[in-house]
């Protein structure tokens, strides 16, 4: 298996992801769960999948560690790359990793301008420019739809193809938006392009595509999530 066969292969072609139209960017997008299900392994493909294809991801760590992100990636990437022979896998990971830097807040820390101020500093700097960010840990329960305009802004004016978030949801929290998108971002509907939910509540657990404003490329498209591997898998 080659580089080429694992970026045709993977489950995320379903959403379109890689696909521009008329040369716009692709949207926010958002993984949601309960808490310790899987968003970090999720948002970690993601990003190995814009890694693969040459674009280059800043993944915006909130109130974890850098080596905790680093290993994130390591055990995904061995992962994905199961099939591929160990001479090759062992080729392309220094320029795959090449593609991605991680950038680490506290919670209290983090907020919007101070991202852009750390970015716009790497940019002018010559040192990164990234096409995509990922951001793991950002706190939803006082967020607005405002503030995501924010963020939307951020990447339209930065040029970038797409902003990646988590968001923890609760059981006991039943409120929810028409689209099925579950609180605390049941009221941000309009902000996100593509919105994934884990759920656990069946036999299997399955990746929910709530929302996908490219999945007309694969309309029928279900996806499932491994818990034992953390890996997505198409059904």
Same mark, same amino acid.
């Given at each position: 298996m080659?580089?080429e066969d ?25 993984v949601?769960a309960?808490?310790?299900?899987g968003?970090?392994?999720i948002?970690?493909?993601i990003a ?23 290993s ?10 199961a099939?591929m022979a ?5 080729e ?13 807040f506290?919670? *209290?820390a ?11 500093d ?11 960010l ?7 329960s ?23 978030? *988590? ?8 409120r ?6 579950p ?6 509907d309009?902000?996100?392009?593509s ?10 657990i ?11 490329i694969?309309?029928?498209a279900?996806?499932?999530f491994d818990?034992?591997?953390m890996?997505? *898998?198409?059904?």
């Amino acid at each position: 298996m080659t580089k080429e066969d694992l970026i045709q292969s993977n489950p995320l072609r379903a959403l379109g992801l890689g696909e521009k139209t008329d040369g716009k960017n692709q949207g926010m997008g958002l993984v949601m769960a309960r808490a310790g299900l899987g968003k970090t392994a999720i948002l970690v493909q993601i990003a190995l999948d814009f890694m693969m294809r040459g674009d280059k991801v800043l993944h915006v760590s909130i109130g974890e560690s850098i080596d905790k992100a680093r290993s994130w990636y390591t055990d995904i990437f061995l992962l994905t790359t199961a099939d591929m022979a160990d001479a090759e896998r062992r080729e392309i990971e220094p320029e795959v990793m090449r593609n991605r830097m991680i950038m680490t807040f506290k919670e *209290s820390a983090f907020g919007l301008a101070k991202l852009e101020e750390r970015l716009d500093d790497l940019v002018k700097q010559d040192v990164y420019k990234p096409n995509c960010l990922i951001v793991d840990g950002y706190d939803f329960s006082d967020s607005k739809a405002t503030d995501m305009q924010g963020f939307i802004d951020l990447m339209e004016s930065r040029d970038l193809d797409a902003i990646w978030f *988590s968001a923890v949801s609760h059981r006991g929290d039943k409120r929810v938006s028409e689209t099925g998108i579950p609180a605390p971002c049941h009221e941000m509907d309009e902000m996100f392009a593509s919105v994934l939910f884990i759920n656990p509540e069946t036999e299997a657990i399955k990746l929910d595509i709530i929302k996908c404003t490219a999945c007309e490329i694969d309309a029928s498209a279900k996806l499932a999530f491994d818990p034992s591997t953390m890996l997505i *898998s198409k059904t």
